[in-house]
């Protein structure tokens, strides 16, 4: 095993045709979620969205790439600076590519990275912050469009609460287009949420279909942290009874509620209103 610590020794340089390699398993087993708990290790698709992770200093495991784009500028680079951080470089045939992205026409790199995910202790707001928490959220197609919503307003974090979908599951990073490493992640039980909500130093808002404040008039004052409800039950009682403001998004025509990345899209663009106007 090359060492991952500190100033780490080289990775090795493989070639793999055979869909039995233990490496191959290894790295493949990554869409379960009881192995990516187990190793505390994910995985991430496409060349730019790689080397954007290992220029943000994110931990990579393996670096996998299709044999024919061994010799590409890019993916030499970006070889090189992740083997010298301890990374195995893979490279394979385009059946374990597939098999390993479990996709037809999958992308031609592929990243092993570790996860990482903060605890409510760790989050220290600043005045100007914007964090976004999300209770039960289960789909991971909405938590990663939020974490990629979050990242282009400049949001300072997503907080996981409660039993939620995993952030690293395929199709959560995929649909958060990159932005996963750039959005810090934390995970709260109920408990450790709300000692978060009882020393948070600005607003606390949650959004709420029942809620009579009209989200347009309410005073955003930071840092704000924006609690959002899961896509079956919304916000529980408890949750919505802690949040120092309840607001709704007023909506015409026949539907019940907004999907929950669509409204938290909404609440994000209002709350950072002014910071985001660009002046003609
Ligand atoms: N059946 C759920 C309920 O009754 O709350 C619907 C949940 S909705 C799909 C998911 C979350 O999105 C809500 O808990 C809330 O946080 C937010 N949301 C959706 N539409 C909203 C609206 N019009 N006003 C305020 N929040 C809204």
């Known amino acids: 095993m090359p060492d991952r610590s500190g100033t780490a020794a080289p990775g090795r340089v493989v070639h793999i045709t055979s869909l039995a390699n233990p490496v191959v398993k290894e790295i493949r087993g990554l869409s379960l979620g009881k192995n990516r708990k187990e190793s505390g290790l994910f995985l991430a ?105 979050a990242d282009a307003v400049g949001a300072a974090g997503v907080i996981l609460v409660g039993d939620t979908v995993d952030p690293f599951s395929v199709e959560a990073v995929r649909a958060t287009m990159g932005s996963i490493f750039h959005v810090p992640l934390t995970r709260a039980n109920p408990a450790e949420f709300e000692a978060l909500r009882a020393r948070w130093p600005g607003t606390v808002v949650g959004t709420h279909l029942v809620a009579t404040a009209d989200y347009r008039k309410a005073d955003y004052r930071g840092p704000v942290l924006l609690v959002m409800g899961g896509e079956q039950a919304g916000l ?40 985001l106007r660009i002046d003609g």
């Open 236 to 275: 529980t009682p408890a949750l919505a009874k802690a949040c120092g403001t309840l607001v709704r998004i007023p909506m015409a025509g026949k539907a019940d509620s907004l999907n929950l990345a669509v409204a938290t899209g909404v609440m994000l663009f209002e709350i950072l209103r002014d910071r």
């Open 45 to 149: 698709e496409g060349l730019k969205l790689v080397a954007d992770a290992v220029e943000a200093e994110w931990r990579i495991r393996y670096l996998v790439h299709a044999a024919r784009v061994a010799n590409e500028a890019l993916v030499e680079r970006l070889s090189t600076v992740a083997r010298a951080r301890g990374a195995d470089i893979v490279s394979v045939s385009e059946a374990v590519l597939g098999k390993i992205a479990r996709r037809e026409n999958p992308q031609a790199v592929i990243g092993v990275f570790e996860q990482r995910l903060t605890r409510a202790d760790d989050v220290h707001p600043r005045e100007t912050d914007v964090f976004i928490a999300l209770e039960a959220i289960r789909d991971p197609g909405n938590l990663g469009t939020i974490v990629r919503t």
